[in-house]
Every structure is written in C-alpha cells, then in structure tokens.
C-alpha cells in the first residue's frame, strides 16, 4: 500500500506539471483573454490562479499547504467603469484554486484581515468538526487574528471554500474560492475514455449586485440588523432580496464578467462548474451541445446524464441544461463543435423556482406577497464567449462512455436500501418555512427540527390519506400557522436533533414554501431517494388531491433543492428524504495513511467553547434564508 501511495504519488506530481505546462501553453495562445482590459489583471486566466501560493514540501510529499489572507481591496470585475470594492482571500475574486490529491493533508493557514470576524467553511468536504469552520464548529476569527485549519484529504470532488459567519455579505463581496480534490486513479480511468486532464476547467459562477460605479449596493440583513434607523433600502427592496435571495446584476465567470476561452474543436472538455451565488440559480446551455454530467457535489456517478440543450424560451423541462442552485456543483463533459473560428456562448437560463413578487401601499409599507409571473421567464444571459480553434484530431465524434470510473479509493456506495423511510424514529425531521411578512419588509425564515405536536406524523398521515384518496379533495390543514415550529434561536441542546456515530439514518426535509430551497448539511454527504410533492386539493375551487414523487440517480450530495410546494399554504407541501451515514471511519483510519491524532468527529452543542467544537449545521444556501435562520444543527454523539 505504501509503495503504490508512493508511485501514484509521482505520477501526480508529474501529471500536474503536465498540466501547468499546457495551462501556459493555453494562456500564451489565448486561455480566457476577456476585454479590453485583459492586460490590467494576471489572474484573468483561471489557469493562473495562485499555484505560486499553494505548496508542496518536497520532504513532505502528501502535505499541501496554502497561505489564504482576507483583506478588502478592489478589482475591475466588470468590463467597464471603475473598479468594485470586494473582500478577497489575496487579493482574488474568487479565492485561489486549492487543489489536493486524496490521501493529502490539506493546511491552509487564515490571517483575517478584515474589519469584521470570519472563517472558513469547507463546503462539502468530509472533515473533523473542529475544522468545519461553521460558526457553531468554531468561534469567530477575529480582526487580526489568525486560524490554521488541517484536515486530510478522504474524496475526490468539487468542492469550494467560504466564510460561515454573515455568510450572506462574506460571500457576495467576493470570499469564495474553488477547492478541487482529485484521485490520480480516476483521472487515468478518464483519461482511457478521452477525458484529460489539460482539457479540465473550473469554473466558479457567482453574481453581484452592483450600484453606482460598480459598487455593492446594500446588503438587507446589514440594514436590518446594524441600521434600522437610517436604512437606504425600501420595505419592499429589503423584502426582495429576503424572500427571493439576493440576486445580482452582474454574472461573474471566475470573477470576470463575459469572459472569452478559446477550445479546440472535437475535444472532450471537462468543466467543473460551481454556483458560489447569494440566490441565483444557475442554469447552463451551450446552444446546439449536449453537455454531459459525469459527477457533482460528492464526486463521479456511476454513468453520464445526458443535458439537451435549450432552445425553447422559457423552457420548464429543468432537464434541459445544467441546473445548479446555490453551492451545487457540477461536473460536466460536452465537445465543442462547429468550425475553426466560430464563436459560441455559454448562456444563463431561467428556472421556475417559486419567486415571489412584493406589494406596497401608497406610503411603501409592504402589503404582502404574490407569484411572481414573470418566474421561469426571465430572458437568457450570454455569460461567457467560447471562440473554436484548431482541427479535430479524431476526425470522429466522441460519445460519452455508459459506465463512469471510480476509484477503490472512494467507490459510490448505495446506502439507500439500509435505511426504512416508514420508520419515522430513523428520520432527521426537518420543516423550512417562513414567517408571514411584516410592513417594513422583515420576514424570518426558519429550518425548524422540534417535531412539536407530532408535526412529522400530521404530515405523514395527511399525505398518506392523498395518496390513497384517488382524486378525492383531503380535508384538514396541516403546517404553519397552526403547527409553527421553534425557529434555530429557539433550538437549544435538548431540542436539537442527534444521531450517534455509526447511525444510518436519513433527513426528512419537509418544505412549507412555495419556493425551491437549496438544503445544504455539513460534514457528511447524504444520498437522495424522493421526493413527494403533495396537494390536499381544494374542494371550492374544485382542485383533486394530487400526489407526485420524484426519484433520483445514485449520487452523494452536500446540497440539494427541495421543490417548493404546489398549491395552497398548509394543504400542500413536499416532503424529501435522503439517506445519511454518521460513519467515521473514513476520517479515523484512512486506508491511505496517516490521520490527525486528535481528530474531533463528534461535535455537541449550540455554542462553542474555545478549543471545543459545537455540533453540525444544517441549513438553506440562499444565504439570506440561511442568515435570517434557516437553519438549524444536530448533535453526535459517540
Ligand atoms: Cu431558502
């Protein structure tokens, strides 16, 4: 064992210096070249992200270690006018790519130079509790401190890193950065179906509301927490970016707006897409391209799926494109056709995810809350230019390969069959819902887990008697207002939910909302097995009860996005179930090698003591849900 560590080890150091030759190669012919001020910014080639921060011991082979400083300062993102005010891990938006092979230890050092406390949330990634970074794994860093986190490196994936306190501002103002954890042995079962490595990108999407001279414009959670006496915004713009997320004006690809990448034709490409956004959903078509995903979240699937392009607006088949809510990623395969010379577009499209429209009376209070029509609608953004170079080599068109590799390193696992989803002890309830708007716009969303008057068994017998009424209207009322939930400020250690290490469990997410939410758990990947969207009907309007279930592929995941419901408040929901696993094994005794001595797998409590880590978030990634407390933890316990 140790010996092969040893030779993959070698190959991967040549395989990156392979690849650091052809990115330069790329850069000096072309790579992303943007506009006019291409010049002004080294870092407007992805490829030349930072590697000259990130470093490799050579007495210590299987350690990678990187120096992340956060600091305000001010870059030209957009094509025109004066740079934006951000706040950046050195300087970048986003944040220096990190990239580590399995087996790796990964350090990376913070030194907070900001105004305000941070840190550092490893999004996705399988970890110690007191290397989460979330704000109840860890305490703030403070201004002018600093914090070293180290952890080693158990699967390959696409994750990213960001701050996990004010998360909402942190973020948007530019701490993001891509963190690619790769395993030589997939990427040379790829390279074998025509997927290599030099044609690798990663892509790290995000948008930003900008103002006047390209600035930030205020954020709603700041004025309601720091300023409510002299806010700028209106009820009805602070009700904007709170109920629908905050969405920006101006799409970033790897912090540039409408950047350009020149591709060879007839080469497979491999992108590795992430949506760093507050709000915004991401869905992606290249006209005229299929793009394949081949992984996601918690790495490669089993086999590709296939993405039509879209071509049709608006477009509601969501199978159409490439789909990413807020912290989802992707990795996708497509080939570049067309002729030497021709230009394609990257495109933004639209998704149908339950916006809301807001009203005001006469004197600006807000009135309440409406459908959106325009939701789902909204006109396609060219996001990025593709310019086609060069001759196909293989004269032949690739197809995608029917089974994907994994390695033995990190093999996809179903752990879906081992858990009874009718066995309502073994679920971690969940309930997302918010409160009603209030006329200066506030409105509180919440990630409740008290199952208060049996609140998950209401909601199991009123679906069952759905399923089974046959078209028949279902009487009775279930959910918020009558069933209101404790809030995250209202959970404390004996209402939290808890699982033991070991536990195969699975969450039972049950959304309240007529909005799509992106569910994000952290420290351990969980598996999708359905969803149920569930309508008691309506017997004055005549509407049947209805019940429908989704299924899903094989997959792990960190994030996934709960259907919003499809009728009435509290005569219809849905309910989603994922399979988790609290197993540690893989962080106490890696087959790979050495771990941390003292690693803290297990994580109790609502507030942590220094030194000692508090348990395990889960939440809703629109950040400004997640901020004004959807949200909410679980303890472990041994
Ligand atoms: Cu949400």
């Given at each position: 064992?140790?010996?092969?560590?040893?030779?993959s080890s070698r190959l991967v150091r040549v395989t990156r210096r392979k690849f650091l030759i052809n990115s330069a190669m790329a850069l000096a012919g072309a790579g992303i070249i943007g506009s006019a001020d291409a010049g002004r910014r080294s870092h407007r080639n992805p490829s030349s992200w930072d590697h000259h921060r990130q470093h490799r011991m050579p007495h210590r082979p299987r350690v990678v270690e990187v120096y992340l400083v956060a600091a305000e300062t001010y870059l030209s993102l957009r094509k025109d006018g004066p740079p934006t005010r951000v706040w950046a891990f050195n300087g970048q938006v986003p944040g220096p790519r990190i990239e580590a092979n399995v087996g790796d230890t990964l350090i990376v050092h913070l030194s907070n130079q900001l105004p305000v406390e941070t840190s550092i949330h490893w999004h996705g990634v399988e970890l110690p509790a007191d290397m989460d970074g979330s704000n109840l794994s860890q305490l703030g860093v403070q201004p002018g401190e600093t914090f070293t986190y180290e952890f080693k490196v158990l699967n390959a994936a696409t994750h990213w890193y960001h701050p996990h306190f004010r998360t909402n501002e942190q973020v948007d103002l530019g701490m993001a950065g891509p963190l690619v954890f790769r395993d030589p042995e997939e990427d040379d079962m790829l390279e074998i179906l025509g997927i290599y490595r030099e044609m690798e990108m990663t892509?790290?999407?995000?948008?930003?509301?900008l103002g006047k001279k390209n600035q930030p414009r205020a954020?709603?959670?700041?004025?309601?927490?720091?300023?409510?006496?002299?806010?700028?915004?209106?009820?009805?713009?602070?009700?904007?970016?709170?109920?629908?997320?905050?969405?920006?004006?101006?799409?970033?690809?790897?912090?540039?707006?409408m950047p350009t990448v020149k591709l060879r034709r007839g080469i497979p490409q491999r992108w590795r897409i992430i949506n760093v956004a507050n709000g915004r959903f991401m869905r992606l078509s290249i006209p005229g391209h299929t793009i394949y995903r081949i992984g996601g979240d918690g790495g490669l699937l089993n086999e590709p799926i296939a993405a039509p392009p879209i071509e049709t607006f608006p477009d509601s088949n969501p199978g159409n494109g490439i789909l990413l809510s807020?912290?989802?990623?992707?990795?996708?395969?497509?080939?570049?056709?067309?002729?030497?010379?021709?230009?394609?577009?990257?495109?933004?499209?639209?998704?149908?995810r339950g916006r809301h429209s807001i009203f005001t009376d006469e004197f600006g209070n807000v009135t309440g809350l409406g459908d959106d029509e325009f939701d789902g609608q909204r006109p396609p953004i060219e996001i990025m230019r593709i310019k086609l170079v060069g001759h196909d080599p293989h004269g032949e068109a690739w197809s995608p390969p029917s089974v994907l590799p994994r390695s033995t390193h990190s093999p996809l696992v179903d752990i879906r069959d081992s858990v009874d989803v009718t066995e309502p002890d073994d679920a971690l309830p969940v309930f997302f819902g918010h409160t009603p708007l209030a006329p200066d716009g506030r409105?509180?969303?919440?990630?409740?887990?008290?199952n208060r008057d049996g609140l998950l068994v209401a909601i199991r017998a009123k679906t069952a008697a759905a399923a089974s009424a046959?078209?028949?209207?279902?009487?009775?009322?279930?959910?918020?207002?009558?069933?209101?939930?404790?809030?995250?400020?209202?959970?404390?250690?004996?209402s939290a939910l808890s699982a033991k290490i070991g536990d195969t469990r699975y969450w039972e997410v049950i959304n309240f909302t007529g909005a799509v939410h992106p569910f994000h758990a952290h420290g351990f990947f969980f598996q999708p097995i359905e969803t149920l969207i569930v309508n008691l009907g309506d017997a004055a309007s005549g509407t049947p009860s209805s019940i429908k279930t989704i299924s899903y592929p094989l997959e792990n995941k960190d994030t996934i996005r709960l259907p919003g419901r499809p009728g009435a408040l509290g005569r219809s929901w849905t309910i989603t179930r994922l399979a988790v696993q609290f197993d540690d094994n893989a962080r106490a005794a890696s087959p790979l090698g050495l771990v941390r001595s003292d690693q803290e797998m297990t994580a109790v409590g609502k507030v942590p003591a220094p030194g000692a880590p508090g348990g395990w978030v889960f939440h809703c990634h629109i950040s400004e849900h997640g901020d004004q407390g959807m949200m909410s933890y679980f303890n472990l316990s041994p």
């Open positions: 064992m140790k010996k092969d560590s040893l030779t892509l790290m999407l995000d948008d930003m509301l954020f709603a959670t700041e004025e309601l927490e720091l300023d409510p006496g002299s806010r700028t915004l209106t009820p009805s713009a602070i009700s904007e970016q709170v109920m629908n997320g905050r969405e920006g004006n101006v799409i970033l690809v790897n912090g540039h707006e807020p912290a989802e990623r992707a990795d996708v395969v497509f080939v570049p056709s067309g002729a030497h010379g021709d230009k394609l577009y990257l495109e933004w499209h639209d998704i149908a409105v509180r969303f919440f990630a409740a887990v008290q046959g078209g028949a209207v279902v009487g009775g009322m279930v959910g918020p207002p009558p069933f209101m939930p404790r809030p995250f400020p209202a959970v404390n250690d004996s």
